[in-house]
């Protein structure tokens, strides 16, 4: 109920409004958010980067309405990759399609993204595609599997949520063509005909993509990492959720199947301790790292995610 009250709160543009106001919210939301300029970003990276910990950047921006702005998101995020190459810092970039104007037209989507793509050839990087609520799952996919007739797997990825029905088959298909794929839950408020309502399904699909996904990779010659950290392998395990976390090791192990052959990702801000003890262990690990001024959906669904955090963004109020 309080997750859903809060998924809605973040399409609102009246809540948008109201919340990004108070000083106290700009406040909670920098735990989630390595800051609003390119600047902050690069800096966290550099961090993260010392503790042997690779970053995907997120220019934060989603639902662009117009073609001029979703113009503008594009060539912003190439330069942002053209930053990441200058500054030789060890990540990749996360884009959302409704960012660079998926929810205005869907050609002129497909031109800003192949601006884009174009450029993860020049300089030998990758930019993996985020995954947003349902309306946009085919249409993202679609445009997907398009850019895989032009661009090979290590220039561009995909996300899955475990928690539509549907993600399985998805995976299948994808698998085919050696997609890169982070699998993660699902952070929007789906309706029960399209995804499991209970933790415990979403958790038993999660596992049950993790195998998929193993034996995929296997399938398509295990890629690894690459040495300089961006270019990811096949399954890269998002969450910060331990038992799916030692589920996935203990299926790596039982494989045969070297650590460099699959990664974690977690976000900015969550579970630092488990970040840090899986790459002391040897696996890659990639932390995405999102920066800008449209910070409030993304931080209202971290709010979403676990309800202790709600007391957190009202315990700043307080400070
Ligand atoms: C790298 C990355 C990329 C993602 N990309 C997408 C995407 O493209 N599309 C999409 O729909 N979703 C995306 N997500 C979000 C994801 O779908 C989940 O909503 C989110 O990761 C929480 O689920 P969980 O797997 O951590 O498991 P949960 O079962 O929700 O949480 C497990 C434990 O993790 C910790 N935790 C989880 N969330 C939080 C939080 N917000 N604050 C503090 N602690 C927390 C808690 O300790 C909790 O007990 C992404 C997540 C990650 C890590």
Known sequence: MLRSILIYLSQANWARQLITRWGFSRRAASRFIAGEELDDAIRVIKALNTKNINATLDHLGEHTSNPEKARQATSEIIEILERVDREGVRSNVSIKLTQIGLAVDENLCADNLNRILNTTIELNTFVRIDIEDSQWVDKTLKLFRSMQERYSSENVGIVIQSYLYRSEDDVTNLLESGSRIRLCKGAYDEPEKIAYPKK???????????????????????????????????PAIATHDEKRVIFTKQRIEKSGYPKQAIEFQMLYGIRRDLQESLA????????????????????????AERPANLWFFLSNFFR
Request: zero cysteines; glycine letters at 6%; proline letters at 10%.
């Open 200 to 234: 415990f399904d979403v958790d038993a699909s999660f596992d049950r993509i993790v195998e998929q996904l193993v034996s995929g990779s296997i399938t398509n010659h295990a890629p690894t990492l690459s040495e300089d950290g961006k270019i990811p392998p096949i």
């Open 280 to 303: 002391a262990e040897g696996y890659p690990v990639r932390v995405y790292v999102p920066y800008g001024r449209e910070w409030y959906p993304y931080f209202t669904r971290r709010l």
